[in-house]
């Protein structure tokens, strides 16, 4: 029993050294690389610009992903590579004043 167990050991070592199984490290490689078609590309593209010059009405990626059922990776890209925009993530600021925009206009000369 011992002898056949190496032996089977030594096999499948051999079958493993002389057909590599090429393993892709990606989950989903072949969506992946569907999922930047020309039409999913329109409809983020639809979604993303549909936001133009209406208050809170900003949609995140996930968002966009959900609705779109494409991955939020792959919704990511296609907003950078094919749209060439930039997605980030929406942050309070502070409200500049006349009297800081002067005083910092003044500091920056």
Do not use: G, W
Request: aromatic fraction near 4%; charged fraction near 30%.
């Amino acid at each position: 029993m011992l002898i056949v167990n190496k032996i089977f050991r030594v096999i499948v070592l051999l079958l493993i050294y002389f057909y590599p199984v090429k393993v892709n490290k990606q989950k989903d490689s072949l969506q992946s690389i569907c999922a930047r078609t020309e039409e999913n590309v329109e409809t983020v593209n639809d979604l993303v610009l549909s936001q133009e010059n209406k208050s809170q009405t900003h949609r995140t990626v996930r968002e966009i992903s959900r609705e779109t059922d494409i991955h939020r990776s792959s919704v990511s890209q296609i907003i950078c590579k094919d749209l060439h925009l930039k997605s980030f993530k929406r942050r309070c600021a502070q409200e500049l004043t006349d009297r800081r925009e002067l005083r910092c206009s003044h500091e920056a000369r």
